[in-house]
């Protein structure tokens, strides 16, 4: 059997005194991954622990969650910024859902524009608030970040291993040599100069 590492949200900021927090969901399925009981192993300042959930509750369309194992902000403020994975069956899900991906899939897939010009290779996925954005490494190894809506990526195939964009214009252009910016200084100058 072979798994897939999802991550299922990332923790936010404490709410309230009682060890509840704030979740930034990174799956569409919240309901089915975050049920009473789920385990979830996580690092907390350099050891591992394991944090259960106890429950979950929505509010102003926004998650929250408690664990089993945190009772006080002190101990929900600790864990800010982790990530929640969970272990799944690759071949269950690709059953259950043909056509779905997850951003591990995407890195070092071949990004190409629609009209078949080759952009670069998916470096990984940049989870932000808004919206995630595609990473991919151009050819001349720049770091472009393209939203990964369906507007600028609209389809994705894992079986040819390749990922199709339609960037606005000129994202994936380069700067020309004048347009660079300064060269980065090498090395100090001599004391007593200006």
Same mark, same amino acid.
């Given at each position: 059997?072979?798994?897939?590492?999802?991550?299922?949200?990332?923790?936010?900021?404490? =709410?309230?005194?009682? #060890?509840? %927090?704030?979740?930034? &969901?990174? !799956?569409?399925?919240?309901?089915? *991954? &975050?049920?009473?009981?789920?385990?979830?192993?996580?690092?907390?300042?350099?050891?591992?622990?394991?944090?259960?959930?106890?429950?979950?509750?929505?509010?102003?369309?926004?998650?929250?969650?408690?664990?089993?194992?945190? /009772?006080?902000? !002190?101990?929900?403020?600790?864990?800010?910024?982790?990530?929640?994975?969970?272990? &799944?069956?690759?071949?269950?899900?690709?059953?259950?859902?043909?056509?779905?991906?997850?951003?591990?899939?995407?890195?070092? &897939?071949?990004?190409? =524009?629609?009209?078949? *010009?080759?952009?670069?290779?998916?470096?990984?996925?940049? =989870?932000?608030?808004?919206? /995630?954005?595609?990473?991919?490494?151009?050819?001349?190894?720049?770091?472009?970040?393209?939203?990964?809506?369906?507007?600028?990526?609209?389809?994705?195939?894992?079986?040819?291993? %390749?990922?199709?964009? /339609?960037?606005?214009?000129?994202?994936? /252009?380069?700067?020309?040599?004048?347009?660079?910016?300064?060269?980065?200084?090498?090395?100090?100058?001599? *004391? #007593?100069?200006?």
């Amino acid at each position: 059997m072979s798994t897939l590492d999802v991550i299922v949200a990332t923790i936010g900021r404490a =709410h309230g005194l009682r #060890g509840e %927090v704030a979740l930034t &969901l990174r !799956t569409d399925q919240p309901e089915e *991954r &975050l049920q009473p009981g789920t385990a979830f192993e996580v690092e907390v300042a350099g050891q591992v622990r394991a944090l259960t959930v106890q429950s979950t509750r929505m509010q102003q369309d926004r998650w929250y969650v408690r664990f089993e194992e945190v /009772d006080d902000r !002190t101990g929900a403020a600790s864990l800010r910024g982790i990530d929640l994975v969970l272990s &799944l069956d690759a071949e269950q899900e690709a059953e259950e859902d043909p056509d779905a991906w997850y951003p591990a899939q995407l890195k070092g &897939l071949s990004v190409r =524009h629609v009209d078949g *010009r080759e952009l670069g290779t998916v470096a990984g996925v940049d =989870h932000y608030p808004a919206q /995630d954005l595609l990473v991919v490494r151009t050819p001349d190894r720049r770091r472009v970040q393209l939203p990964l809506v369906e507007e600028l990526v609209p389809e994705v195939d894992l079986e040819q291993g %390749v990922v199709i964009a /339609d960037p606005p214009g000129g994202l994936f /252009d380069a700067l020309p040599e004048d347009e660079q910016g300064p060269e980065p200084e090498t090395s100090a100058p001599p *004391r #007593g100069t200006r």
